[in-house]
C-alpha cells in the first residue's frame, strides 16, 4: 500500500495493543526505521517517505500509515487496509465488560473506516485469551479466513504461502523449532497451567471447567481411505436451533459410519438456518450420505421438523429422541462408551478444530449444539444394544422407525 502509485491507495495500520499508546508508538517507529533502511529502499525505490512523525507515515503516493489505540480517535480516517494486533491484553481477556467495549469498537467504530466495503481488507493478527476475544466473536460472526497456527500441531495442515507453494504440518510438528523444543513447549505447559497454555500457545482458548471430554478416547482414520459402501449402516444425528437468526443456537447434524463395530465420524453440518432451510438442508445430507437413519432431538424446533418430515417420507428412517436430564448429565452418562475406542474421527476434516475445540472446552463453552448431537447419537446407539433387533434388517423388533421411536 505504502508504494501504490494511487492516492486513494491507502492504508491504516491499526495497533490497539493493550490500550496503549506507548506501544502503538514503538511500533510506528520500528515501521519507520525499516522503511528508511537501505535494504527497504533497495526493495521499493519508488516508496518515498514524505512526512514521518510520532502519529503517521505518509509517502509522495498518497499512501500513509497510521497506529492508534482501541478506542482512539480515527474520526474522518479511511483506510484500504486495517490491521488489528494484539487488541486487549491477558488481564482484560477474562472480563466480559473489556471484550465487549472491544467488539463495539470494532462494529460501531473501526469497520466502518473501510474506504470501499467491497475491496477493503481487516486483518487481526492475536494470540487467542478468550473464547469471546474478538477471533472468536468474528470467527462466529463469519466471513472471515482463519488460519490458525498453534505451538503443537494437533492435526493435519496444509497452508498455502504463496506462489502455488504450500507447507504441510503433521500431528506434533513443532511450529518455530528455532525458539521452542518440545521439551521446552511442555516445561511451559507446566508452569503456565493448561488453560493459558492451551489458549497462548495452541490457539485453542479451553474455558476453565472444560475437558468432561477427552480426545485420546477418539481413534483417528484417513477419511480417503472409505466410500458409502464401506459402511455397513449410517446414521446422522441432528440438534436443531430455531432459526437463522444471530443470536440462535446452531443447528448442527454429525454423520456416522458403521465399520467392524466402530462408528467413524464422517461429517460434520454446522449452520444457522431457519425452518425451511432447515429442513432441506436434513433431506439433503442424508441423500448425499445415504444415510439409513436420521436421529433428531424431538424438542422446540425438531419436533415440527420430524412431523413434516415424516409426512413428507413415510418409508421411514426418521428417529425422534428425547433428551433425559441437562446436559451435563447427558454428556456423564456417554463418556462411559465414548473411553472405549469405538469412536472414531478423521485425522483431518475441515470442520474437525471447531468439533475438538467444542467438545474439549464442554461445558463452558457459548455453543455446545455438536456435543448435543454427538450425545445423542452415543446414546442412541447404546440404548438399541438393549432392544431386540431382527437379524437381517437389523431393526428393532416390534419397534419400527417411526416418528416417535428409537
Known amino acids: 500500500p505504502f508504494g501504490s502509485r494511487s492516492p486513494r491507495k491507502m492504508a491504516t495500520f491499526c495497533t490497539p495493543i493493550h490500550n496503549s499508546e506507548q506501544?502503538?508508538?514503538?511500533?510506528?517507529?520500528?515501521?519507520?526505521?525499516?522503511?528508511?533502511?537501505?535494504?527497504?529502499?533497495?526493495?521499493?525505490?519508488?516508496?518515498?517517505?514524505?512526512?514521518?512523525?510520532?502519529?503517521?507515515?505518509?509517502?509522495?503516493?498518497?499512501?500513509?500509515?497510521?497506529?492508534?489505540?482501541?478506542?482512539?480517535?480515527?474520526?474522518?480516517?479511511?483506510?484500504?487496509?486495517?490491521?488489528?494486533?494484539?487488541?486487549?491484553?491477558?488481564?482484560?481477556?477474562?472480563?466480559?465488560?473489556?471484550?465487549?467495549?472491544?467488539?463495539?469498537?470494532?462494529?460501531?467504530?473501526?469497520?466502518?473506516?473501510?474506504?470501499?466495503?467491497?475491496?477493503?481488507?481487516?486483518?487481526?493478527?492475536?494470540?487467542?485469551?478468550?473464547?469471546?476475544?474478538?477471533?472468536?466473536?468474528?470467527?462466529?460472526?463469519?466471513?472471515?479466513?482463519?488460519?490458525?497456527l498453534p505451538a503443537i500441531a494437533e492435526e493435519e495442515q496444509t497452508i498455502a504461502i504463496g506462489n502455488t507453494r504450500v507447507h504441510r504440518r503433521v500431528n506434533g510438528d513443532i511450529l518455530f523449532p528455532a525458539m521452542h523444543t518440545s521439551a521446552s513447549l511442555e516445561r511451559l505447559r507446566t508452569e503456565m497451567g493448561p488453560a493459558a497454555f492451551s489458549a497462548q500457545f495452541q490457539q485453542n482458548p479451553i474455558p476453565p471447567g472444560g475437558n468432561r471430554i477427552r480426545w485420546s478416547w477418539f481413534e483417528t482414520f484417513d477419511p480417503g481411505d472409505y466410500e458409502r459402501g464401506d459402511f455397513t449402516e449410517v446414521i446422522q444425528s441432528w440438534d436443531t436451533g430455531a432459526s437463522a437468526e444471530p443470536s440462535s443456537d446452531f443447528s448442527v447434524g454429525t454423520t456416522w459410519g458403521l465399520r467392524e463395530k466402530k462408528w467413524h465420524l464422517l461429517d460434520v453440518e454446522r449452520a444457522k438456518l431457519d425452518f425451511p432451510d432447515l429442513k432441506n438442508r436434513i433431506k439433503a445430507i442424508r441423500l448425499r450420505h445415504r444415510a439409513d437413519s436420521v436421529l433428531i432431538e424431538k424438542t422446540s424446533s425438531g419436533l415440527g421438523l420430524l412431523q413434516q418430515l415424516y409426512r413428507d417420507d413415510r418409508g421411514g428412517g426418521w428417529i425422534g429422541r428425547t433428551p433425559k436430564g441437562d446436559k451435563q448429565i447427558r454428556v456423564e452418562a456417554v463418556t462411559g462408551h465414548l473411553a472405549t475406542g469405538a469412536f472414531l474421527v478423521p485425522t483431518h476434516a475441515p470442520w474437525l478444530s471447531d468439533f475438538r475445540r467444542e467438545l474439549l472446552g464442554f461445558p463452558a463453552m457459548r455453543y455446545d449444539d455438536q456435543v448435543d448431537s454427538l450425545t445423542q447419537f452415543v446414546e442412541w446407539n447404546a440404548l438399541r444394544r438393549t432392544i431386540p433387533r431382527d437379524p437381517v434388517t437389523k431393526r428393532p423388533v416390534g419397534h419400527p422407525y417411526r416418528l416417535g421411536g428409537g
Open 23 to 148: 506501544l502503538a508508538h514503538e511500533h510506528h517507529s520500528a515501521t519507520r526505521r525499516v522503511m528508511q533502511s537501505a535494504w527497504y529502499k533497495a526493495l521499493f525505490p519508488r516508496t518515498i517517505l514524505t512526512n514521518a512523525n510520532q502519529f503517521e507515515l505518509r509517502t509522495s503516493a498518497g499512501g500513509f500509515r497510521r497506529a492508534v489505540t482501541v478506542g482512539g480517535a480515527i474520526t474522518g480516517l479511511g483506510a484500504d487496509m486495517i490491521v488489528i494486533d494484539d487488541p486487549i491484553k491477558a488481564a482484560d481477556a477474562h472480563s466480559p465488560l473489556e471484550r465487549s467495549k472491544l467488539q463495539s469498537f470494532f462494529e460501531g467504530t473501526l469497520i466502518s473506516r473501510l474506504n470501499d466495503q467491497r475491496f477493503g481488507s481487516i486483518v487481526l493478527v492475536q494470540q487467542r485469551l478468550h473464547e469471546d476475544d474478538l477471533a472468536g466473536y468474528l470467527l462466529d460472526k463469519g466471513g472471515f479466513l482463519h488460519l490458525n
